[in-house]
C-alpha cells in the first residue's frame, strides 16, 4: 500500500486502534486534516485551544487506561499544548502528541510559525521525535505508542514537518505490530530475593502501614493490592493520585496523607515501624519535612521506575518491577509463609489508629447556614453512591473532593496532582465523557479554575458530552486565600476575584442549561436536577461559604505528627 | 568525589542535549562531557565527570538511564580504568623562559607542535590532576591559552561498556 504522509499519520492511528483524537488545525497539519477528511474511522474533536486538547486527551487516558491523542499545528499550536504536556508528564499518563512543523528546508531559519517544540518539551516528556524521513513516519508513530504507554507511561511527542505529508508523495506503507528498542527495556518482573524479603519485613511487622499511589491505578494493580491488603489486614493510605485504587469506604482504609491527609494516616505514617510503599513517588507533598518522615519505620519500595526509589526518602528493601507481577507474586509469597502477622501487634496497632479516628479530622460544621463545600461533595456522593467519574481543578475544592468523594474503583478520581494545573477538569471530563459515554461524570471546580479553560464549554456543546460542572464558588482562589491567611497575616493579595462573570448565564450563552444555588436546601435538589439531565451539560454554580479552609494542614517545614487540625478539633481528647 | 560516567547513546539528533538538558534541570554538575561517534556508527560515545555524594550519584546514573536513547552506562570510576585528558597550551616563550618550559614539557612528556618565535604550542594528555600539575609548573604569567577535551577513560580487563 502506497499512502502519502498525511495518510500514513492517520493509518497509523487506525491501526493503533485509536478512536478519539483532540486537536487544532493549522497550516503545518493541513494535509493531515485533509487526510482525516477522508475517513471516519478516527473520530476528531475540535476544541477551542489546545490546552483543552491535551487536558481532554489526558482525561480520555486516566479514565478509560488507553493513551490519550492530540494534534496541533507548529508554532502556537504547539506551545498552546505545552501546558498539558507537562501535566500528563508530572502524573505519568499515556499520551501522544503529534504536532505539525515547518517544512525541513527551513527549520532553523524562524520561519513562519516555528518553534523548536521538540526542545521546548524536551524536560517534560518521556521522549520526542523529529521525523525527517517519511519512510520513518510508520516505525516512529509505533514507537511513539509503545514509549507511551509501557514502563512508566507518560506523553510522547512526535513533531512532523509539513514537508513529509504532502499528499504528492507517496510511499510504501506497513505498520509495525511489535516494537523493540535496544535502549529501553522496561523491568517487568521483581527481584525474587528483594520480594521474599520485603514479604519476611512485612509479616515481622509490628505497626506496618500501606502507603500506595497513582503506580497502583496505572499498572492496573488494584485488585492484587486490595487482596494483599486484605489478607495482612494492615490500615492503608492512598495518595492523590492513588484514591479509588482501594475502596475508599472499607474499614482498613485510613484516608488520604500528606498535606491534607486525614489525621490518622499521617499519624500512622509517624508511628509505623514498617512502610510498604507501591507504585507512589514520595512527593513533598506527602513526606512534610524529609528529615522526620517515618522516623521508626524501614521502607519497602515497589516501583517501576528505578529513579523513583530512593530519590527522597532512603529505602531499606527496593523491588523494581510492575505492579501487578509483583503484588502477585507478593501474595503467593505472604500465603505460603510460616509467619503470619502478630495479632496481638495488630490488635494494638488498630487501637491506636482507631483513636486516632475518632477525631473525626474531617469534621465540618454540617449545622451551617451557609453552604460548605464539603457538604456539597458530601452529598455528591451519596447521591451517585460513590459511582460517578470525578475530574477537579486545582485549589480547595480539589482537596475536598478527594477528602469527601469516597472513590471504591480505581480511574474515577481524574485530577492533576503533580503540575497542580487550573483549567484540567472541564476538558478532562470531556475526554472521560468521550470514554464512558453512558456514565455520570461531574466536574469539581473553582470559580478561579474554571476560567483557565472556560471555551471548552463549545466542545462540550459541538459532541454533546453531558457533563456536570460543580463550581465550588467561594469568590477566591481559596487554597492560595488559605495559605495567605495562615502565613501571611491575612493579607489577601491578588486572590479576591473581582468581575466574576453570571456563570448561568454564561452557560446559557454556550447552550448548556445553569443554575445558581444559594441555599444549602437547594444542594441536593440542585445535584438531583444535574443527575436528570443525561443529554446536556450542566453548569451548577454553588455560592459557598468564603472563609472555609482545608484541614488537617501540614504547612511547609512541618512533620507528620505536626498537622493543624480544624478549629475546634483537640488532639488531646482523643481516646477519651 | 569526581565520577566518571561513560554512556553508550543512540548516535541521534538531540541526544546529547536531553543529557546536558538533565543536568541542568536537575541541578547536577557537570565538570566535564565529551563525546564523539563509536566504531559502530549509531551509536556515540559519551565520557561525563561529575561530583555529588553517593545518593545524588546515584540518582544521576538512574536519570541517565531513564533517557530513552541511553543504551547502556557505567561509572567506570568505581572500577580500575584508564583516563585521560589531552590538553594544548599555548604558552609565551621568550628568553631564557623558551629553555624552561621545554625542559618542563619533556619532564610532563608533552609535544611541543608549534613554534614562533615568542609562543609554543604544547601537546599533553594524562589524567586531569597531570595537566592541572602541568599548568601550575609553567605559571599562569607564561600561559596564552589553554584548551582540554574534558577526560575520556576506559575500564581495564576484559570488562567493558560494549552493547
Ligand atoms: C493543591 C494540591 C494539594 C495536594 N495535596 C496532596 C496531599 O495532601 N496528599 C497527597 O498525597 N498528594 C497531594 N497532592 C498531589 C501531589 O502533588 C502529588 O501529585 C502526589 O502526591 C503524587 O502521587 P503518587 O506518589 O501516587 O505519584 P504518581 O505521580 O501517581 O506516581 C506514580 C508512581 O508509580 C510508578 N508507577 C507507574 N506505573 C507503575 C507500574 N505499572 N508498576 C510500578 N510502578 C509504577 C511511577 O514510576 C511513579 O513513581 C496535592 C496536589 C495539589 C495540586
Ligand atoms: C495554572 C495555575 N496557575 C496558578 C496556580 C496556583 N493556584 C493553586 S490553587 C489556586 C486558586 C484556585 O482557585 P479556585 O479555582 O477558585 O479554587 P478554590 O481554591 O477557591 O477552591 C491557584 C491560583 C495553579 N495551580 N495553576
Ligand atoms: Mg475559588
Redesign the pocket.
Known sequence: MELSGGEILVQCLIDEGVEYIFGYPGGAVLHIYDALFKQDKVKHILVRHEQGATHAADGYARSSGKPGVVLVTSGPGATNAVTGIATAY???IPMVILSGQVPMAVIGSDAFQEADISGITRPCVKHNFLVKDVTKLASTIKKAFYLATTG??GPVLVDIPKNLTDPRVKVPYEYPKTMTLRSYNPHVKGHRWQMKKAVDCLLEAKRPMIY????II??E?SAELTELTRLLGYPITN????LGAYPGTDKQFVG??????TYEANMAMHECDVLFA??????D??TGIIAEFCPHAKIIH????PS?ISKNVRVDIPVV????P?LTEMIELVKSSDRKPDPVALTNWWKQIDGWRSLDSLGFDRDADVIKPQYVVEQLWEMTHGDAYITSD??QH??FAAQFYKFDKPRRWIN???L?TMGFGMPAAIGTKLAFPDADVYCITGEASIQMCIQELATARQYRTAIKLVNLNNGYMG?VRQWQEFSYGSRYSQTYLEALPDFVKLAESYGHLGLRIDKKADVRPALEEAQRQKDRTIFLDFHIDPTENVYPMIEAGKAHNDMRLAPGVNPDAELA | MSHIISILIENESGALARVAGLFSARGYNIESLTVAPTQDPTLSRMTLVTTGNPEIIEQITKQLNKLIDVVKLIDISESTHIERELMMVKARAVNGGREEIMRLTEIFRGNILDVTPTTYIIEITGEKSKLDAFLNTVGEDNIIEVVRSGTTGILRGERGLIV
Do not use: C, N, W, Y
Not at chain 1, 500506595?212 to 503506580?215: A, F, H, P, S, V
Open positions: 508530572m502524573d505519568s512508566r507511561p500506595t499511589g497513582g503506580g496505572l499498572g494493580a495518595t492523590l493520585m492513588g488520604m496523607l500528606g498535606m491534607h491527609g507501591a507504585g507512589a513517588r514520595f512527593d507533598r506527602i515497589i516501583d517501576i521506575d523513583s518491577g510492575e505492579l501487578k509483583v486545582v485549589g480539589q482537596m492533576s496532582g503533580g497542580g487554597m
